[in-house]
């Protein structure tokens, strides 16, 4: 309990010294040693290509401040500090991971930050002032015991947490938002429902699939990442499963293990997922709605762009409706510039909505709806 108080203390220091990192380093070698013989090894899937993920620190005047974006995503905006405050607090929750899970019986693998937006993710799922607010549903994602931390999120310094926290904000608001549009067409329409299928590119151990299905947002949730990733998270769908026992009655969104660099298998993974349904009811029934979140920044050169136009593709090939939602880095978009971003968009197939870009990792947030092409 000490050792859990010391953690508590410095993960929510607004200012972080060179010598707390070390303390930390320690505090988590000599915590190691207990837990190692009783637990599985901490895992981190080697992640090469990282290349274009750095280029994030270019300074751009077209992508606005931190500010104007949150207020207009209706959350409170990230903390000023140096970027040096930002590296620290980054490097200290990188090496209390490996201890937070050192106990944790699902020992979910870490693959581009996937564990630390499960554990951003959940501070601001808590927050019932915040749009992204989940019930807890994040939170029951964590291991036991030292998701208390959790608890006390009103001391933690905004940074990484309530950046992570604005791209939840954008990409909820656009798919309810796209929902709301289809389904409003299919009232004035008249004829029958269209459902909502959404398929989640890189969906890392994120909740947006349960919580839309859970609250009826949409019909079926498709959820792709590394094979390794996907048995992880069905690992914790099965601890979230047994804190909510009322999950036990939805269906929970499919995962589906997928190396996204290479195109030419994921081709084939997409078109038998909008096929699927094909042999029970029309296919032209399902609007698709495909979303990338923090993922094509760690692909390599190409791969993005060929994604996009790869998802395009496949909808018009099985003549189906589709739209497209992302918060993530666009290849040949340097910037925030709009323009730039529509170009993107266009020659891969998608025709632009909404564009909204961030400071950040993943700056470019956007959604489009799918250019047809005459057969």
């Given at each position: 309990m ?50 274009r ?66 554990w ?112 992880g998270?069905?690992?914790l ?114 025709i ?16 489009a ?7």
């Amino acid at each position: 309990m000490k050792t859990c108080h010391h953690i508590v203390f410095f993960l929510c220091a607004n200012t972080i010294s060179s010598t707390t990192c070390a303390f930390i380093g320690k505090l988590w070698k000599d915590t190691r040693v207990k837990v190692a013989s009783r637990n599985k090894p901490f895992k981190n899937i080697s992640q090469p290509n990282l290349v274009r993920g750095d280029r994030y620190r270019d300074a751009n005047s077209t992508i606005p401040s931190p500010k104007v974006i949150a207020e207009s995503l209706g959350v409170k905006p990230t903390k000023e500090a140096s970027a040096k405050t930002w590296q620290r607090a980054w490097k200290i929750h990188k090496r209390m991971l490996p201890l937070l899970h050192s106990t944790d019986n699902c020992k979910p693998p870490d693959s581009s930050l996937n564990l630390a937006c499960m554990w951003w993710k959940s501070l601001s799922g808590n927050d019932k002032s915040s749009p992204v607010y989940d019930n807890g549903l994040a939170y029951d994602l964590l291991p036991s015991g030292w998701r208390k931390i959790v608890r006390l999120r009103r001391l933690y310094p905004r940074l990484h947490h309530a950046n992570v926290e604005m791209r939840t904000a954008y990409l909820d608001s656009q798919i309810n938002e796209i929902v709301q549009n289809v389904r409003g067409q299919n009232n004035e329409d008249g004829g029958e429902s269209k459902r909502i299928r959404l398929i989640c590119m890189g969906a890392g151990y994120d909740t947006r699939g349960v919580k839309m299905l859970e609250r009826n947002t949409v019909d079926e949730v498709i959820e792709l990442d590394l094979t390794e990733v996907v048995r992880g998270k069905e690992r914790l769908f099965d601890r979230l499963r047994e804190r909510r026992p009322w999950l036990k009655d939805l269906t929970m969104p499919t995962p589906i293990p997928s190396d996204f660099n290479d195109v030419g298998n994921l081709r084939k993974k997409l078109d038998a997922i909008l096929k699927d349904n094909n042999n029970t009811e029309k296919i032209t029934n399902w609007h698709t709605i495909f979303t990338f979140e923090g993922v094509m920044i760690y692909l390599d050169d190409g791969v993005p762009s060929s994604l996009l136009s790869v998802t395009s593709n496949v909808l018009n090939e099985n003549n189906l409706d589709g739209s497209l939602c992302f918060a993530d880095r666009l290849e040949n978009v340097p910037g925030g510039d709009f323009d730039l971003g529509a170009k993107e968009l266009k020659k891969n197939g998608w025709i632009i909505k909404d564009w909204c870009p961030k400071p950040g990792l993943a700056r470019h947030m956007g959604s489009a709806e799918l250019l047809k092409t005459l057969k």
